[in-house]
């Protein structure tokens, strides 16, 4: 009666056990890995020549003609010819690479500003 006793207590525990794993994998929120995805996928690349520059704001026209305005915050990241830069160091006719995020409103923000 001794091990039987013993047997059925080993698998009450390994059972418990398996329940409480089970309780944590399910409370793990699956959707933010594909969140984190979702928000990369909201980045884009933009090369072309600037036509404007402001404080906040800088327009670059692509190879298409097309006309890129992108917000341009404290975070954005300038280089210029490989060294680190700031925006002022951009100029109209620079060739650029710009690291754009969208946001709200097909907004677009710099998040890094390469110049050429």
Request: with cysteine; hydrophobic share 45%.
């Amino acid at each position: 009666m001794s091990k039987v006793s013993r047997a059925l207590g080993a698998a009450m525990l390994c059972l418990g056990l398996l329940v409480s794993a089970s309780v944590v994998i399910a409370k793990q929120d699956p959707a933010t890995p594909a969140k984190e995805k979702k928000d990369k996928q909201k980045t884009t690349m933009i090369n072309g020549t600037v036509s404007a520059v402001t404080d906040s704001a800088l327009t670059v026209i692509d190879s298409q003609k097309a006309e890129h305005t992108l917000a341009v915050t404290a975070e954005t990241k300038v280089t210029k010819g490989g060294k680190d830069a700031v925006l002022a160091d951009v100029k109209a006719n620079d060739v650029v690479t710009v690291e754009a995020q969208k946001g709200e409103g097909n907004t677009w923000t710099a998040l890094r500003i390469a110049v050429s």
